[in-house]
């Protein structure tokens, strides 16, 4: 009966044990399960912090120009008894740039706000037979905000489907063809090239190496590629990003200009400039200005080979400067309400008629038109 006393005593004790020891190691596998869990949550918290300053410093990096832009348009030189009628291309917000107070005096003439197709926004004036010559003067006053474009990591998917406001740009224009010269040109240009970021790279680099700025083209150029590729390979930001988008657009890559003016002075009146995006799937719009390369080479003397010139090769493929606001996109234009002549090369000019016919909007000295930019301290 003892025995049998101590044994169930010593089977009781031995399981007090067992259990404890349980307890022990389930309790050990919470904590290490506890652990890792925090753990996990640590590391997760971790990378979400450092995307954070990853993107703080790429922001802070980011350069800004921000300030006030004054158009004068003084039309006043014509005599009384002439219809006028004045359309001039006002920027609006987008992705990468922050318009504001948008303010304008027309005097007593008719005055609006209008929007083409494009999207274009514009101040549309006009004064009937009766005008007084000198009241022939508006004002446009404005706040811009312009960020740098860091190149994005370049993604491409080929399955991906265009959106539909981006298949318009797949289309010719009247200086943009697709026509079997400009195609033959793409082809060539873009031989053993698979994919559209390969070739958008090849006809860039292309430019680049066979046309060059010319300062005796008149105004920004007109961008005619066929007559380019006939003749000299010359021109100014229009004519050399020209044949980018035109040779893009033939490649079958959604590519467009963005004209407008840049903010890097303070009178910006003949500081007007064009610069190019083509559409990679995968990533979306990316930023390429072979002519503001080709600008560089020639003002600092530079050859093609030399590492400055491709330093700026590489900078403008993807990044682009915030010294510059868009004014319009868009090629053969109607504006709204419709002008007498023909359609628009592009806007990137004020655009007047006086009884029905263009004044010429490369001359602001005769037609005459001032901007101004005053930049934030």
Sequence with gaps: MKKSLNLVLLLGTVG????????????????????????TESVAATEKSSEKETEKAEASEK???EGAVNNTVDLSKYEKGKKVRLWIPVPHSNEYQTVEDVKYDAGNAKAEMNTDDWGNQMLYVEWDENAEPADRVVKLDLQVKR????????????????????KKYLEPSKNLPLNDQVKNKAAEVTEGKTTDLEKARAIYDWVIANMNRDESVKGCGEGDVCALLDTTMTGKCTDI????????????IPAREHFGIRINAEDITKNQHCWAEFYLK????????PADVLKAVLKNNWTKDQTETKEKQEYYFGNCDAERMILSDGRDLSLNPAQDGEALNDFGYPYAEVDGV??????PDQFVYTYSFMKKA
Aim: net charge negative.
């Design 16 to 39: 007090m044990l067992m259990a404890a020891c349980g307890n022990k190691a389930a309790s050990n596998v919470e904590s290490s399960a506890k652990g890792t869990e925090q753990s």
């Design 63 to 65: 350069k800004v120009v």
């Design 147 to 166: 960020e740098e474009i860091i190149s994005p990591e370049l993604k491409e998917d080929e399955k991906a489907e265009l959106p539909e406001d981006v």
């Design 241 to 252: 990003n020209s044949m980018f988008v035109a040779l893009c657009r033939a490649s079958g």
């Design 282 to 289: 995968g990533t979306g719009w990316v930023s390429a200005d």
């Design 358 to 363: 263009k004044l010429d909007n490369y001359t």
